[in-house]
């Protein structure tokens, strides 16, 4: 049994908004973007973190590469807590953790040009300058940027999106991490290049041996990149498994209708009404018990009451008390 | 935005390098004023006939006192006590000019520096460096630059310092929300989850793209502590050994100029003192266009 | 076979930008037949936006209609004065911005403003128009009572809602809805749809729907127009448009898209390259530089959008060799790198 290279238990990140008054007044002043999440990645593996926005997938994601700290629970990296982490200790973290931005055209400097964008990791890692040519240029090539010598003194508004999001992924590659978080990295792309971007992904991934979180609300792409998704809803995990199995036969009833609302490129898919109540869900006001309730078709008395713990049901863990052992 | 077709000289290239908002004719007028305002009160020794203070006599040997422009040589003629105007005015650049951009810089040294630090840090520095602006919001301004300059000595310095103390604020919040936008960006995400420290991503990621804004309250100091001063002045409370046109105001205020229609000795400082602060908020509605390209036209 | 409720032909529009001149949208031509949902598919810059703002003639100061006609039940949307047009707006054809939110005002609540279109533009009286917002809300499925609320007040979604709700609220014969789905969450976006289906079915309006995104189209349109670099270059029902595409465009967006229904995740296939400036288009047909099965021919010579069997229209040299062309481009390896 290989340890994990991370490992998250109960995690929580709370957020305070509103004022003293308006918490006297009874009225919502936490706003819980993660909220008790546990999940360990072992070295090399890939999961999808899969949600709708305000579902706290890219708060999770934030979390485990410290642009921001658990409130609660703990995030651990390699055994040590992420935000206990100092000195030489962080910045070797720093050197392998890394993250691929949402929007290419915001995760670059537009000042700068690629070269200048691609040495600030080598330049924060003490990488000796007479390096920096040689490594900005394999990363480059790594993420298959054909000629990558006449993108160096370019800037970003020269480039296309999928140029620029390779980039991005070079710039993220070029201190060799273990560990990477994708955050939704094609969804700002035209369709006709997403597909070389997830391809080079893969490659990457696979190259490098990277342990990768890839974040989307698109199940789908997840299910092209990740053999592992976790699905939340509201800060919590409602099911984690095979993406595969979830895509076949979803268990958790959200699950079962975020499968189901997936369009897909045919003529022949179902209108059937989606398995799930109107409304959005509102992370200042969750209700009680499990999370989904409100709008769950097969809600009944125990969800109010009780938050569903995590059951092991075959290959996954589910969140929900339809699974809960008979009496 | 701004568009440029005409060929750039080098003085075009360093006021661009400087961040000047040369593409704006407004601005451009502005900052000509400033020029030739700054050659004069650079060159005042020589532009100016007489010293300013100088109690100057006819070839007669009579006290020169409200002469008229023109005569006896006088330029813009003399004050009742026998001080050539035109010198006055000339020295008066000077103080004008010292006031102007000491106090903006000091402005917009202190306001970026506090909107930054108070901007990328956030929490209880943000919470205390704010509060101290809302203390400043609520000082009454003139009160308070007159009862500091009078209570530390009238001096120019000091009226710089109690300006500077007050008007920080505006930068300071501006700045600062602009730093919170900022810093949620992309590649200063990106720069920090690289390692970079705090001190080279305020310098590097987001300082430049805040110059314009500081230059734009600079400016807009620039005009407002001249006024400030000139008031000051005028109400007696100035530096009684440096000559600016605040002060010839007041000269010419309590020796009843005006009842007496000497409209030679009021006019020149009243219109030195119009042209200057018109030029300084010519210049900050450039950085506007510059900064807000939608806002205007 | 009656009348098409719009007729596009040979629009051109251009945006005069100083010392050049961008061609959005060149010589288009569609029609939208009533009572039907079209959809108009294409990449970003690829003018369907443009062009869906010009049947309100909604396009900016410095966009120009240089070319063609938009026939709209006998007038055409190209020529009529301002004055003609804007009695048309909202009351024959509406629009529904992509961001439902910068549309809504946030001072005002959103029962104001259905109130302003109702009575401004609809003439009708206070009560009336309360009648008619809250049958508007019940409509698109959200509560009346929640007319009092101001925009903020509602999720993303919601505001899609009452932004469509705007749009039905003086019956037009069709509404314009600019990548209303984008935004959103993949339950909210199936229920929209959903809600537009039956809005479209029950009220008989037709829709032009514009998206970058095939499963939209797949999932709600009866007919697809697809777009690239300002032309069109494919028009015909949409089931017909994913089982037998005849332009190689079509034929490398379907594999470039992931399909959870399929049975693996196989590998999704890019079409290398970027569409070309549109200020400088190149000579020939302007998808030549990236299509697999260019020939010299391509590169030269435009190809015109010519009708291909029954109510299929395709712009390609090579389109009577499609059958043979889609074997080919289901295999990876045709498209070159997939990297």
């Known amino acids: 049994m290989t340890t994990p290279l991370v490992e998250v238990e109960n995690a929580q990140l709370h957020y305070r908004v509103g004022s003293a008054v308006s918490a006297m007044m009874g009225l919502p002043s936490v706003v819980k973007a993660v909220d008790g999440i546990s999940f360990s990645l072992n070295k090399g593996e890939s999961v999808g973190l899969l949600g709708e926005s305000g579902c706290g997938k890219t708060s999770m994601g934030r979390l485990l590469v410290r642009l921001e700290n658990v409130t609660g629970g703990s995030a651990r990296f390699d055994g040590a807590e992420i935000s206990q982490l100092k000195g030489r200790a962080l910045r070797t973290f720093r050197s392998r953790s890394q993250m691929i931005f949402q929007n290419p055209f915001d995760a ?16 924060n890692a003490g990488i000796p300058k007479s390096e920096w040519r040689d490594r900005i240029i394999k990363a480059l090539e790594l993420v298959r940027l054909a000629d990558p010598e006449q993108y160096l003194d370019r800037f970003p508004h020269q480039l296309s999106g999928g140029q620029l999001q390779r980039v991005v992924m070079a710039r993220a590659l070029i201190l060799e991490p273990d560990f990477v978080v994708a955050d939704e990295p094609v969804s700002m792309l035209d369709v006709s290049v997403r597909a070389g971007v997830l391809n080079v992904f893969r490659e990457v991934r696979d190259k490098l041996g990277l342990t990768a979180i890839y974040i989307s609300h698109d199940l789908a792409l997840v299910r092209y990149v990740c053999e592992r998704t976790i699905v939340m809803y509201l800060g919590r995990i409602m099911e984690d498994g095979p993406t595969e199995a979830i895509v076949r036969e979803p268990l958790h009833p959200y699950t079962q209708a975020l499968v189901a609302a997936v369009p897909t490129p045919n003529a022949d898919q179902s209108h059937e009404p989606l398995p799930i109540g109107r409304g959005a869900p509102d992370p200042r006001n969750p209700p009680s018990g499990c999370v989904f309730r409100d709008r769950c078709p097969k809600a009944f008395d125990r969800c109010a009451a009780e938050v569903p713990a995590s059951k092991k049901v075959g290959t996954r863990h589910v969140a929900c008390h339809l699974f809960d052992e008979a009496g | 935005m701004l568009e440029t077709t005409v060929p750039e000289g080098p003085v075009i290239r360093i006021f661009r390098a400087m961040k000047l908002p040369v593409g704006d004719n407004f601005a451009m007028a502005g900052l000509i004023i400033y020029v030739i305002f700054a050659l004069t009160a650079i060159f005042a020794p020589v532009l100016a006939p007489y010293e300013p203070t100088e109690i100057l006599y006819t070839v007669d040997y009579d006290l020169a006192s409200d002469l008229l422009p023109g005569q006896e040589g006088h330029i813009l003629g003399t004050t009742s006590l026998g001080r050539d105007i035109f010198s006055q005015i000339v020295f008066g650049a000077r103080a004008a000019l010292l006031v102007g951009l000491t106090a903006a810089f000091m402005v917009a040294f202190i306001g970026t520096i506090v909107g ?66 900022l810093r949620s960006r992309g590649y200063v995400e990106a720069a920090r989850v690289s390692g970079s420290s705090d001190f080279k991503i305020i310098l590097r990621h987001i300082a430049p793209n805040i110059v314009p804004l500081s230059l734009l309250y600079g400016s807009i100091a620039i005009g407002w502590a001249i006024l400030t001063e000139a008031s000051i002045s005028f109400l007696g409370f100035g530096d009684p050994n440096s000559i600016s046109w605040g002060f010839m105001l007041q000269d010419a205020f309590a020796s009843q100029a005006l009842s007496r229609q000497a409209y030679h000795w009021f006019i020149p400082p009243g219109l030195a003192i119009i042209f200057v602060v018109s030029a300084g908020f010519f210049i900050s509605r450039g950085y506007e266009n510059l900064l807000f390209p939608k806002l205007g036209r | 076979m009656s009348q098409p409720l719009l007729s596009v032909k040979n629009l051109s529009i251009v945006y005069e930008v100083p010392n050049l001149d961008v061609v959005a949208v060149s010589r288009a031509s569609f029609d939208v037949p009533r009572g039907s949902i079209v959809g108009l598919v294409g990449e970003s810059g690829c003018g369907k936006t443009t062009m869906a703002r010009a049947f309100t003639r909604i396009i900016s100061d410095n966009a120009k209609i240089t070319e063609g006609s938009m026939d709209f039940d006998g007038k055409d949307l190209a020529k009529i004065s301002e004055r003609e047009m804007n009695d048309l707006r909202w009351r024959d054809i509406a629009f529904v911005p992509q961001s439902a939110m910068n549309s809504l005002d946030p001072v005002y609540r959103v029962e104001y403003q259905m109130h302003e279109v109702l009575r401004g533009r609809g003439g009708m009286s206070r009560s009336q128009a309360k009648a008619r917002a809250a049958e508007l809300f019940e409509m698109v499925g959200i509560e009346a009572n929640r007319l009092r609320d101001f925009p ?77 670099a300002g032309e069109v270059v494919e028009d015909c029902e949409t089931a017909t448009l994913l089982s037998k595409p005849l332009h190689p465009y079509t034929m490398g967006l379907k594999n470039a898209f992931p399909d959870i229904a399929s049975a693996g995740t196989g590998i999704l296939t890019p079409i290398s390259g970027a569409p070309p400036d549109l200020a400088r288009p190149p000579a020939g047909c302007r998808f030549a530089a990236r299509c697999p099965f260019a020939l010299d021919h391509c590169r030269s010579v435009s190809p015109t959008l010519m009708s291909f069997g029954d109510d299929h229209s395709v712009a390609c040299h090579r389109a009577h060799e499609a059958e043979a062309l889609r074997a080919q481009a289901a295999l990876p390896e045709t498209w070159g790198e997939i990297l």
């Not at chain 2, 500091?148 to 505006?170: G, Y």
């Not at chain 3, 037009?172 to 993949?186: F, G, N, S, Y």
């Not at chain 3, 229920?191 to 514009?210: E, F, H, N, T, W």
């Open chain 1, 108 to 123: 670059v400097n537009p000042r700068y040009t690629l070269a200048k964008t691609m040495a600030e990791p080598l330049a």
């Open chain 2, 116 to 181: 930054l630090i108070s901007g990328y840090y956030g929490g209880w520095v943000d919470t205390i460096l704010m509060r101290l602006a809302d203390v400043a919001f609520g000082i009454p301004f003139l009160p308070f630059v007159i009862v500091i300059s009078a209570f530390l000595e009238p001096s120019i310095w000091n009226t710089v310092i109690a300006m500077a103390l007050v008007l920080w604020r505006d930068t300071a919040r501006v700045i600062r929300s602009q730093v919170l936008t």
């Open chain 3, 152 to 228: 903020h007040q509602f999720s993303g979604g919601m505001r899609q809602r009452v932004a469509i709700a705007l749009a039905l609220a003086l019956n037009p014969k069709l509404i314009v809805a600019d990548e209303p789905v984008t935004a959103l969450d993949v339950i909210v976006q199936r229920q929209i749809l959903d809600q537009m289906r039956a809005l479209q079915r029950d009220l008989g309006i037709s829709i032009i729907m514009v998206t970058h995104d095939i499963s939209v189209v797949a999932y709600i349109c009866d007919r697809t127009v697809v777009m690239y």
